[in-house]
């Protein structure tokens, strides 16, 4: 069965960094992708950051040149360093992994992570 599990949020003043930690486990073989995304309250989740097996990476306009995603493909294992964080940051921080097999894709989501921005 594949874990998922993030850590690093916090509670940071505006202008801040936090840095973002997230490991999958349990049996991957071809992990497709892993990535960031999050939820603020009211609001539906959202992409914030992806890195492919394929080397590509995409951020979310809002985050770019601030956040930057890492990943370590023979330990499964991605990272999100935050930078000049804002307010409107604040939410809780998915990580979400891809993985394919001969069945199609499957989709694995860790349990969150809290990231609040003070002004």
């Known amino acids: 069965q594949v874990q998922v599990v993030e850590s690093g949020g916090g509670l940071v003043q505006a202008g801040g960094s936090l840095r973002l930690s997230c490991v999958a486990s349990g049996g991957i073989f071809n992990l497709l992708s892993m990535g960031w995304y999050r939820q603020a309250p009211g609001k539906q989740r959202e992409l914030v950051a992806v890195?492919?097996?394929?080397?590509?990476?995409e951020y979310a306009d809002t985050v770019k040149a601030r956040f930057t995603i890492s990943r370590n493909s023979a330990k499964n294992t991605v990272a999100l360093q935050m930078d000049s964080l804002k307010p409107e940051d604040t939410a809780v921080y998915y990580c979400k992994v891809v993985t394919v097999a001969s069945s199609g894709l499957s989709t694995y989501w860790g349990q969150g992570t809290q990231v609040t921005v003070s002004s």
């Open positions: 890195s492919t097996s394929a080397g590509h990476t």
